[in-house]
């Protein structure tokens, strides 16, 4: 990869990483409620976007990067998949708040995703 940006100045690293918090904190509320199996899926998935987006940034190629953002992207629909699942158990407030600050990751991801397909294409025609 040519140019990194770094971690403090990147957009999508700095919102996986709030959301994992919030994510933790979430997890630990299902927890009291004893409902263990949303919590463990949830700490799992939800805080993997972030893992994953954050390998994307010592990708070895574009193509790389490419994949380790469609990981994250998968990870944030599983994500999304527990939040609903969660929201039918237990309605607490925090579920909608969790689920409209995913929707703005999961549009970054798709962004970032189709801007760097577009530029790979770009570089292999240009060859």
Excluded: C
């Amino acid at each position: 990869m040519t140019t990194k940006i770094p971690l403090q100045d990147n957009l999508i690293i700095d919102k996986t990483f709030q959301f994992a918090v919030h994510i933790l904190k979430f997890s630990q509320l299902l927890q009291d409620q004893k409902q263990y199996i949303l919590a463990n899926q949830l700490q799992r998935s939800g805080t993997s976007i972030g893992a994953n987006a954050r390998e994307a940034q010592n990708a070895e190629s574009k193509a790389d990067f490419i994949h380790k953002f469609k990981v994250s992207a998968k990870e944030a629909d599983e994500t999304e998949y527990w939040l609903l699942l969660s929201k039918e158990v237990i309605n607490y407030p925090e579920i909608q708040n969790l689920l409209d600050e995913l929707k703005i990751i999961q549009k970054i991801i798709t962004k970032i995703i189709a801007t760097t397909k577009i530029q790979l294409t770009n570089k292999q025609i240009n060859k």
